[in-house]
C-alpha cells in the first residue's frame, strides 16, 4: 500500500511539472535572443549579467534581466534608451526595476507592447531597433548616474564598439 503511494505521489509530481512546463511553453513563440551587460562602475563591487529577449504568443517581448555583483536589498533603475551607449539617447522605455533576488543577485522581467512614445514594438521590431540598455545604481541621488551595467541591443548591438565603461555616455532620462 505504501509503495502505491509513493508511485501515486510521484506520477502526481510528474504530470503537474509538465504542465507547469506546458504553459510555460504555451506563453512563448521559441523565439529568443540574449545579449550581455558590459560590467559597470560601482566602486565597491564587479557587476556581470544577461539580457534575455522572448517573444511571447501574443506578439509582446519579454526581458529577462538578471545580474550578479548587485546589492543585497537594493533595487536599480533599467533604462531602454534610443541610440548606442555613446549616445545621449532619450529612453525609449523605462523598464521594470532590477530587484534583490538574495545572494547578490538582481532580476527583473518586463513585457513589452509599446514604446513610451506610443509605437509599438514586436520581437523583430525591437531585434532591428537601434537602442541600448543601461541599468542605473539609484533613479535619483548622487548615484544615479552610475551604471551597473550596460549594452548595446538589436541591430545596435556590437559590444566590439564598446571596450569599456569611459566608452558609455551618462544617461538621459528623458522620453521626449
Excluded: W
Excluded at 50 to 68: A, F, N
Excluded at 107 to 126: A, E, I, N, P, Y
Amino acid at each position: 500500500m505504501r509503495l502505491v503511494s509513493l508511485f501515486l505521489l510521484a506520477l502526481v509530481a510528474v504530470l503537474a511539472a509538465c504542465n507547469n512546463e506546458s504553459e510555460e511553453s504555451s506563453e512563448y513563440t521559441g523565439r529568443e535572443t540574449q545579449y550581455n551587460l558590459l560590467e559597470g562602475s560601482y566602486l565597491e563591487t564587479t557587476t556581470s549579467g544577461t539580457i534575455t529577449i522572448k517573444e511571447r504568443t501574443d506578439q509582446s517581448v519579454e526581458i529577462q534581466l538578471s545580474m550578479d555583483g548587485t546589492l543585497n536589498g537594493a533595487v536599480h533603475p533599467v533604462h531602454l534608451h534610443y541610440g548606442s551607449l555613446q549616445d545621449d539617447g532619450l529612453v525609449a522605455e523605462f523598464l521594470n526595476n532590477l530587484e534583490d533576488a538574495g545572494n547578490n543577485r538582481s532580476q527583473s522581467t518586463t513585457r513589452l507592447t509599446k514604446l513610451s512614445d506610443g509605437t509599438s514594438v514586436t520581437f523583430d521590431q525591437f531585434l532591428a531597433m537601434n537602442g541600448s540598455i543601461k541599468v542605473h545604481f539609484e533613479e535619483e541621488g548622487a548615484l544615479k548616474d552610475v551604471i551597473l551595467g550596460a549594452t548595446n541591443i538589436g541591430a545596435n548591438y556590437r559590444m566590439g564598439d564598446v571596450g569599456s565603461l569611459k566608452d558609455i555616455t551618462i544617461c538621459n532620462s528623458k522620453t521626449e
